[in-house]
């Protein structure tokens, strides 16, 4: 499964997996960094996966390796061989509101008190916990798992093989006024919707607006941390990452593989390129071309923001100095 | 309806709103900015809403167009036409649990499984969507929309025509505490309340706290995006306009028709005056002057903070320049 | 109850608490700061509570004073005295839905469509408000309360006397990947879960992730505002203190009594000494060692940010100044 190399005995049971200082004699841990490779040693897992060209310290104890290319996936897939998910009983609860007009595929769990409106189609094996909320006419592909509390707001589209964590809402109003004469604000109907694709996973209490026009998209494997707001009409790439309270406003486009680190605000209208890394609070307006690495407020290049940020600690020093050269420059040639 | 000049036949019939570029021929379509006549040209609307001072392209197929003085203004009226907005069936759900001391007014819609506190209010048309929880005395005006899992906690007022989108909690404790002697967090009663006037609408998973004492206060016409935090005490001027992710500290006073952008923070017992706008992701503490636009952290004047952004972007070249300077110095009349 | 030195008579009735300028003659107010003693001589208080060294202004009406040590932590006991909190009817509300493997002990309060896992236990005395789903195996202390819509994931285990505000989320899956050859994202299994310990209180809408291996852990006595993410494999020390908006990436060290503004954000892997203070909107990244107060985004010490703050702002005119001189520095011995 992982394409590993075993060394030492093949018949080791584990039930299952630790952080390297806490794992127990039947549990799995990983070396990522070649540098904890003391703490390693000291580790009393019982399997330990490690990098290819991993060389035990010299008090290691003997035990099992799993030498692999990439310790950190593989970790990952190691650790999904021991997740216990929670589950819904099978079936839909005795609770739960289902419009008559509602479609639901094989397999289908549905937990206490959810609602379930006209049109709503749900595919094939998938989870609604407790509590949650699909508008008229929402759908959920196959595969899906809906924590307690999720609402899908009128008209949205959900892939197949999608988490979302408590509370997410899907498709709620997007944040489109204009000013009358007056100065009061008029509502710009929302008629859009959101559409989301396969393989997303959302995190707790985050928020993506459906569109004025058209159509807010969240494109393929897509993954979505925590109280996150994606405005009307934005448009994300597939396989990019947004971290915990990142802010994106209306009309963005981000493309395929970017990552925006905790809360990065994206101004409206701002486009960023495939394969971009933002990081943390950096405020991203206009363009950012593909394979850029941005910082800061306006965000620019991140090596010419961290020598502003250096620059701007010697800055209260520099300003005395220069104060000094005006009252008394050296004397020409004094060097 | 729009005070528009109808430029082509009247008897044109259309189904719907879109985008310039996506909009078919029966849809309306709306051009904000001229300079993107050729778009228009291209575009397959039905009817285009236009500036009044708008001269189509060479190229442009016969086409209505509706010449108004405010193009955005008018799409936001033509959208509300075309809206379907998501509704209740008539009447209350068999599983909405209301208090026998709650009074509802005529037309009121109740979702499943709403549950209405003792001695609540709710004033006539109102929907109230399924999972919603109304606290005791809580207050609801006419014709107001409550999505989805919106709480109202005890004695929270809301005026009339608001809309409040899921999982909106208003008049949640404010966050109070006072050390005692061994530096631990001793609670303060947030005995107070929280009042929203009308015409108020907030986004999705945003919170108003109540006050400590007296009321926390969002004035008439306010709007508010989704995961907005506003703490006890605050008070918010008619028409002001808060973006997704702002957030405002405690006993903060915001005048009328203010505009607070995306991430905004504010400092506890800030003031800000009429007129005010800020841009994103600006911190503002003390007090901001009626009409002024300010941005940074501490926010100041908007043209002073860009010219410091430009400033600091040649910073690190400066030093270079200032440590040349102090080496060698040129000399006096060289130039 | 207060330690208080009693000034005037001892037998006035007093309905309720208010501020200084609002309170009228049955209700008790405080001066917290001496400099506000004008207003406080035009109060209409019937008792307000003072420093022990206040002296009151030459027209103050008689009335009962309290003169105490600290007022503002007076303030917050007596407050509490006339708080009525939002209760519960006693017992568990008929719509419940309660797993038959659920333990429940004294007194317990449930309200309304709460839905109660398998082996879930709840402590004496604490209420659970409507539409609260704690999933299997979760754990509440005693004389805890759970304001509606709060989730307890799988497992996570809360301690007594905590209050968890509206929409609450613990125990949701940490944000955990690992990009595979083809950078697509692999979800690394949340194996670990989340403990919070006694006397914690969290804001609406905020959430606490489980930890991947191990446990997230919420120290004693700490209290979080609105909106705050915590991380997966966060450990916060006991009587911190998280305001509005905070963000926490993953396996972050908070020490003990440390205070985060609002809006702070701190990066993974970032280790937070005892005592320490972080100012509104800062990022952290590092260490901070105990007792430090930190500003700005890397946060440095905030002294030091407030001269970088106050340098950036001559710094457009520093530039100009550098420019002139060297253009033409002045003659030496020109002064």
Known sequence: MLGADLIGPADVLVRGIAALEEAGPEEVAFLGDPRRRSEASRSGAAVLIVPRDYCPAAGEPARVRLAVDRPYEAFARVGSLFYRPPELAPGIHPTA???????????????????????????????????????EEASVGEDCVLHSHVVLRERVRLGS???????????????????????????????GTLVVDDDVEIGALSAA????????????????????????????????LLCGQVGLAGSVRIGKRVILA???????????????????????TGELPAGMTASGTPACENLAWRKQVAALRQLPEALRRLRRLERCPRAPGAD
């Not at 990065?264 to 950096?282: E, N």
């Open 97 to 135: 509101v289902l419009d008559p007009t509602a479609t639901v595929g094989y397999g289908v769990r549905i937990g206490a008190y959810a609602v379930i409106g006209a049109g709503v189609q749900i595919g094939s094996r998938s989870q609604i916990f407790p509590h949650c909320v699909l508008y």
């Open 262 to 284: 905790g809360q990065v605000g994206v101004a409206d209208h701002a486009r960023i390129g495939d394969d971009v890394t933002v990081s943390a609070q950096s405020g991203v």
């Open 161 to 191: 093989r999608c988490i979302l964590h408590n509370h997410v809402t899907l498709g709620a109003d997007g944040f489109g006024y204009v000013r009358d004469e007056s100065k009061r604000w008029v509502k710009i109907a929302q008629n």
């Open 209 to 240: 607006d459906r569109a004025a026009l058209g159509q807010t998209h969240v494109g393929r494997g897509v993954k979505i941390d925590n109280l996150v707001q994606i405005g009307h009409g934005d448009q994300i790439g597939e396989d990019s």
